[in-house]
């Protein structure tokens, strides 16, 4: 899949992130939101983030910045092969100071509304950590349902799976 351009919301902009968004995927990837549901991916430098941008965020997941103020508060998007799931998955994630305003929600919505109908994707999944039960009630809020407990490779825990 490739990124498309832009999309907007009511409060937001998706937008293909760029090196020049190293700094944001920094201190994203290193937060502790980040680490606990997700997980610990290493990257420490803005060379190791740059890399990872080219490497995975630029192949699936959006920017989401806060408009009018322009400052990245999150990523969200399809990732279209995940090891262990039938479909591609709708991720997201978003800096603490940034939660409970209703980003995550407002943008996955959009992006599952793309995977959709310009991707064509008759089911989309979703996985989160057993205890985010915040991430859990987006999922269930933009239409997915909870499907159940599963072992994905490279995850340590089970993982609550969702799908459309």
């Known amino acids: 899949m490739s990124l498309t351009p832009t999309f907007t919301t009511e409060r937001l902009s998706l937008t293909p992130p760029t090196a020049e968004d190293a700094a944001f995927v920094l201190e994203l990837l290193n937060d ?4 606990a549901n997700i997980g610990d991916r290493g990257v420490r430098t803005l060379d190791d983030a740059r890399a990872y941008i080219a490497d995975r965020f630029s192949k ?3 920017l989401v910045v806060r408009d009018g103020a322009g400052e990245p508060v999150g990523m969200c998007g399809i990732v279209q092969q ?3 799931l039938d479909s591609p998955d709708i991720g997201y ?3 603490a ?4 305003k209703g980003y995550a929600t407002e943008s996955a919505r959009v992006v599952l509304k793309h995977a959709r ?3 064509g994707l008759a089911k989309v999944a979703a996985i989160t950590s057993p205890d985010n039960t915040a991430s859990q009630r987006v999922l269930e809020k933009i239409g997915l349902r909870f499907v159940q407990m599963m072992d994905l490779p490279g995850h340590d825990e089970p993982s609550a799976y969702f799908t459309t």
């Not at 502790?32 to 680490?35: D, N, R, S, Y």
């Not at 100071?97 to 409970?100: E, I, L, M, N, V």
């Open 32 to 35: 502790p939101g980040w680490i």
């Open 117 to 119: 109908e310009t991707l």
């Open 60 to 62: 699936s997941l959006w």
């Open 97 to 100: 100071r940034h939660s409970g």
């Open 82 to 84: 995940r090891d262990g």
């Open 93 to 95: 994630a978003f800096l």
